[in-house]
């Protein structure tokens, strides 16, 4: 019998609105370490970047280590951590708000109910912009690296 594996993810998402450019980053942990995901994507919006870092964390973890069954991920987003609660009703209306159009986000949503599947995932809400302490704080890394990044693309358009 195989030990069981667990991975802690720690993820943030930033969003440029007037650009519409976002920026996600995954900080991984295994037991071989420390992994730093991360991306920009154009014409995107700060829930789509905070569910797409989970994402590709997950996906990370599914690809790369096989073993892991017990996945904590720290978040700032309730958008992100509310969507275990609400899946329930955003199945059974398949996607769509009371309007009748499909919900925003509903590609990543399916996605992210999609790769919860076998796995055994706590999502936990952290406090988002914390102050720096002498404590290691890997959510506040993980806002600082997408900042960073999203200052960088940003720039990158202006110039």
Known sequence: ???????????????HTQQKLGTWVAIV???KGKKVLSGTVKDTTHN??????????????KTHHENITTI?????????????????????????VGTG???QNADLVNGFFETLQGLTIELV???????K??????????????????????EEIVV
């Open 72 to 96: 904590n991920v720290y978040t700032d987003s309730q958008y992100v951590t509310g969507l275990p609660v609400r899946k329930k009703k955003i199945t059974a209306a398949d996607f769509s």
């Open 29 to 31: 942990f295994t037991d």
């Open 48 to 61: 789509r970047m905070e569910l797409t870092a989970v994402l590709n964390a997950l996906e990370y973890i």
């Open 1 to 15: 019998m195989m030990s069981e594996e667990i991975a802690e993810l720690y993820t943030d998402g930033s969003c």
């Open 133 to 154: 302490t002498d404590e290691i704080n890997y959510n506040r890394e993980a806002d600082m690296l997408s900042r960073k990044l999203l200052r960088n693309a940003v």
């Open 125 to 131: 809400k952290v406090k988002a912009h914390q102050k």
């Open 101 to 103: 159009n499909i919900m």
